[in-house]
């Protein structure tokens, strides 16, 4: 950064060698500009004139010759009507417009969301963003005030304050599962953008770009996400084991302390037993299509559903009755051959004679009691 001192001002520029720097003010300490100095403004920058607190002038990149004609602002405020021919008193504030990359933002702490498939979960996430100055005055009254060096350190917290808040909002109104997150980065990146724009705008500054880097789970979870994709790559228990086992059995086998057939017999033992260990297990793990659930092949299936009959009585339903309760009637004489029934399958009421599992109930039912013998 040069500065040319003398009793009078009269080169005014600006040569950043830093890439963090926003705005600066050229230091004129006690010295005056005078008429006629030089006024250099370099691409991605732009210099704005105060006078007494108030804007004035501002130029874009170029070099100038200060004059009455090129500060007409400035002349108002000081009263110049037929121009100036002494020296006079202005802050210069240089502003940085060129485009600021790779500013990293991220998750103090984890945001709490509800997933489908894993119910409440915390994630962290972290990306990067660009922005530029676009509207010079709007930030230096917002941003810089009088501060004479403003870096993008300065107000970095505050966006990134802004971003986190907005990226919560939005995947927790996305609703999307957690494993598929990584496949809506960009729509994130892009729903996150647009919610942050105006803000920045706010400031003086155009959000350029956001990108949302890395969601990721807790290690805890991660750890235990691994353990299931691992159960999932192995597949088959049993073959596995197998493998396991011939793996142990060669080991054994090459290793001259344990003997060589004593080591390989040893091996074999220990393979096999590990195999039918394992084999067991995943068994046990297997779906049964008889239960519906996962346990050994060997369990018995269910007992069969039990039938309830219903009977009609004057008009009136009556039931349900199971095949216990139902027998019982019929061997009580409450249910006859011509008693209309129904029970779940038929097609429509029918007499109790005529459906073929229970004709045999009533065949062998025994026959009517003989009367008494007559009294002597």
């Keep these: 950064m040069g500065i040319f001192k003398n009793e009078f001002i009269d080169i005014i ?3 950043d060698s830093s890439n963090d ?10 010295n005056e500009i005078k008429n006629n100095a030089k006024l250099t403004v370099r691409e991605s920058q732009v210099a704005v004139f105060v006078n007494e607190g108030q804007f004035a002038d501002v130029f874009m990149p170029g070099m100038y010759t200060l004059a009455t004609q090129n500060l007409p602002i400035l002349s108002t405020l000081k009263g110049w009507k037929y121009g100036f021919n002494s020296p006079f008193k202005a802050e210069v504030y240089f502003v940085n417009t060129k485009q600021f990359t790779n500013l990293k933002y991220g998750t103090k702490n984890p945001i709490m969301i509800r997933d489908a498939e894993f119910g409440p979960v915390r994630i962290r996430a972290f990306g990067n963003y660009a922005m530029r100055i676009t509207d010079a005055k709007t930030f230096i009254k917002e941003i810089a005030g009088t501060d ?3 870096t993008t350190e300065e107000i970095t917290e505050n966006l990134k304050n802004i971003v986190m808040t907005r990226f919560t909002d939005a995947v927790a109104s996305a609703k999307i599962p957690v494993l598929d997150m990584a496949s809506n980065y960009d729509e994130f990146s892009e729903t996150i953008h647009k919610k942050i ?6 400031y003086g500054i155009t959000l350029t770009k956001l990108l949302v880097e890395n969601i990721s ?11 299931r994709s691992s159960m999932g790559i192995v597949g088959n228990l049993g073959a596995y084991s197998q493998f396991q086992a011939a793996n142990a059995m060669e080991s054994a086998a090459q290793n001259p302390n344990g003997g060589g057939l004593m080591g390989a017999g040893m ?9 039918n260990q394992m084999a067991g297990m995943y068994n046990q793990n297997q779906f049964n299509p008889n239960t519906g659930m996962q346990g050994q092949q060997n369990t018995p299936p269910p007992p069969p559903p039990v039938s309830q009959y219903f009977i009609a009585v004057n008009g009136a339903q009556q039931g349900p009755y199971d095949d216990n309760a139902f027998r019982g009637m019929i061997q009580s ?7 209309v029934i129904w029970k779940a399958g038929m097609a429509g009421w029918l007499a109790a004679g005529t459906v073929p599992e229970l004709a045999q109930f009533f065949n062998s039912m025994p026959p ?9």
């Design 13 to 15: 520029e600006w040569t």
């Design 21 to 30: 720097t926003m705005v600066w003010r050229f230091p004129r300490f006690q």
């Design 148 to 150: 004479e060096h403003v």
């Design 197 to 202: 724009a105006p803000e920045f705008l706010e």
């Design 217 to 227: 789970l807790p290690p805890e979870v991660e750890a235990m996400l691994d353990k």
């Design 267 to 275: 091996g074999m033992g220990m393979g096999m037993g590990m195999g």
């Design 333 to 339: 004489g409450a249910v006859k051959k011509d008693t």
């Design 368 to 376: 009517p009691m003989p009367p008494p013998p007559p009294m002597p």
